[in-house]
């Protein structure tokens, strides 16, 4: 993919949407393409979190190890971020992504997330956003697996 074509998929992303051309650049720059095969993890629950991915094309489930096995909580796909939480909380990652399908994504490191963050104060403002977003869906989830309690 071409920086320019790379450039208009960030702009078709929420969280990118108010980023000027010049900036959407840099980022794709500065960011590296990414493929990984149905099946193959990016990362695993506990893992230390250096990076963020920005979905392209395909989908990957977000899997929590419970003491039962594994628990697919979301399933993610084109225009998502993964990874942001272990960064932004500098902490290991809360869960495992496995690509269900071809996933090809732009990985973001550290460094250049909270770039991004600091000169655009909306893209801070999306991330919460969709922070907020997965939280509800984790409640309304937990909420429904203890019968509506």
């Not at 490191?109 to 655009?120: A, H, P, Y």
């Amino acid at each position: 993919m071409a920086l320019n074509e790379e450039v208009d998929a960030l702009r078709s992303i929420p969280l990118f949407a108010r980023v000027a051309p010049s900036q959407l650049k840099l980022i794709a720059f500065t960011s590296e393409r990414l493929t990984f095969p149905a099946g193959r993890e990016l990362f695993h629950q506990g893992d230390e979190g250096d990076v963020a991915y920005i979905v392209l094309e395909g989908s990957a489930d977000v899997i929590l190890d419970t003491p039962d096995g594994e628990m697919t909580v979301a399933r993610l796909g084109r225009n998502d971020i993964i990874g942001e939480m272990a960064i932004l909380m500098d902490a290991p990652r809360t869960a495992t992504v496995r690509a269900v399908s071809e996933l090809v994504t732009l990985e973001i490191t550290k460094d250049m997330f909270f770039r991004m963050i600091g000169e655009f104060p909306e893209i801070a403002v999306e991330v919460m956003r969709v922070l907020a977003q997965r939280l509800d869906a984790t409640t309304a989830r937990l909420r429904d697996a203890r019968g509506g309690e």
